[in-house]
């Protein structure tokens, strides 16, 4: 089964705090994994890819098939990181669709 | 260059009320997606169109139509509304049905009363 599970709903840290939010999957394919972030009142975006191997706004997100996961980290969480943030995984025998987790609201505090 | 467009921004319908919500891309992309976004279960796949002319069902189409106009036009059509549809819809498109970024349109806020 293609499946996306983000443990946690609310991750509340203070500014300056590492943060790490969860993603797992579970693909039987090669997998394609995205984070999307959606600002308050705002459109998702792309935040990154796992193929790109690069750094956004100082995420970083690493593919570890060994546990099918794909964790996003952030050494020193800004308060304009407050926002949520999908983990994707892409289906690509299948026009291309996304699978999207359920979601963290990531909050941090002054 | 405006991207996804959306319309309309918000709207309030009746139960048994029918409506139709509008998404059109400028990027000249070949793939486009319908999502609903419900608090505490992500986005949901309604229906996607891969390429002009063709649509498949998504995770949860029940209660959906779509049609794919062109290839910049893809609307969703609520026959009959229910208190279960209400919720924020999401448009999207990308360049082709395979490894590239969605992009996503503002979102519709629907409220069936």
């Known amino acids: 089964a293609q499946r996306v599970t983000q443990p946690e709903k609310l991750l509340s840290v203070f500014k300056g705090a590492p943060v790490e939010l969860k993603c797992n999957y579970s693909?039987?394919?090669?997998?394609?994994l995205f984070w999307y972030v959606q600002y308050s009142r705002q459109r998702l975006q792309l935040l990154l890819r796992?193929?790109s191997r690069e750094s956004i706004k100082g995420f970083t997100a690493d593919l570890n098939k060994g546990e099918t996961s794909f964790h996003l980290k952030k050494p020193f969480a800004q308060e304009e990181d407050s926002a949520m943030y999908y983990c994707?995984?892409?289906?690509?025998?299948?026009?291309?669709?996304?699978?999207f987790g359920q979601g963290t609201e990531l909050s941090v505090k002054p | 260059n405006a991207g996804v467009t959306q319309t309309p921004k918000f709207q309030v319908l009746k139960t048994g009320q029918s409506m139709t919500l509008q998404c059109a891309q400028d990027?000249?992309?070949?793939?486009m997606y319908w999502y609903r976004q419900d608090p505490g279960m992500g986005l949901r796949l309604i229906y996607y169109?891969?390429?002009?002319?063709?649509?498949d069902k998504g995770e949860v189409p029940n209660g959906y139509n779509v049609s794919r106009l062109n290839k910049r036009e893809f609307s969703l059509r609520l026959e009959s509304a229910a208190p279960s549809q209400t919720s924020v819809y999401f448009c999207?498109?990308?360049?082709?049905?395979?490894?590239?970024?969605?992009?996503f349109g503002p979102g519709t806020r629907l409220t069936v009363l």
């Open positions: 999207a498109s990308t360049p082709a049905g395979g490894r590239n970024t969605q992009y």
């Open positions: 994707a995984l892409g289906v690509y025998n299948q026009g291309g669709k996304l699978i």
């Open positions: 169109s891969a390429s002009e002319g063709t649509t």
């Open positions: 796992h193929i």
């Open positions: 693909y039987s394919g090669s997998p394609e």
């Open positions: 990027m000249n992309h070949n793939s």
